[in-house]
């Protein structure tokens, strides 16, 4: 069974940082993959955050987090990274890890697996 697993959420203060992990399946893995995080507050749609290809470490971030969140992996864990700092509070959502063999892409459909998300709360 495909599992993606997020961890790292919480509660924290604007302006403080936090790391957020995503164990993935060695099944669904290729030098294809892209690993991507999104993420969705109450009543919005899912948004892109960012995404990082298997092979190559290429990065791709939304416009929203370019400069302070930082997506990277580790292939002898199977595991992906989001370091978020200078947090927000329009950063609070349920951030989802998603994998997907489409490349560095924006877009919901581009991605064949999601996790079940981790709340990220940044109170003012």
């Known amino acids: 069974q495909v599992q993606l697993v997020e961890s790292g959420g919480g509660l924290v203060q604007a302006g403080d940082s936090l790391k957020l992990s995503c164990a993935t399946s060695?099944?669904?893995?290729?030098?294809?993959?892209?690993m991507g995080w999104f993420r969705q507050a109450p009543g919005k749609e899912r948004e892109f955050v960012g995404a990082?290809?298997?092979?190559?470490?290429?990065?791709l971030y939304g416009s929203s987090v370019k400069g302070r969140f930082t997506i990277s992996r580790d292939n002898g864990k199977n595991t992906v990274y989001l370091q978020m700092n200078s947090l927000k509070p329009e950063d609070t959502a349920l951030y989802y890890c998603?994998?997907?063999?489409?490349?560095?892409?924006?877009?919901?459909?581009?991605?064949?697996?999601w996790g079940q998300g981790t709340q990220v709360t940044v109170s003012t």
């Open positions: 060695a099944r669904i893995l290729s030098p294809l993959s892209t």
């Open positions: 998603a994998a997907g063999v489409q490349g560095l892409r924006v877009g919901v459909q581009a991605y064949d697996y």
């Open positions: 990082i290809t298997w092979s190559g470490g290429y990065t």
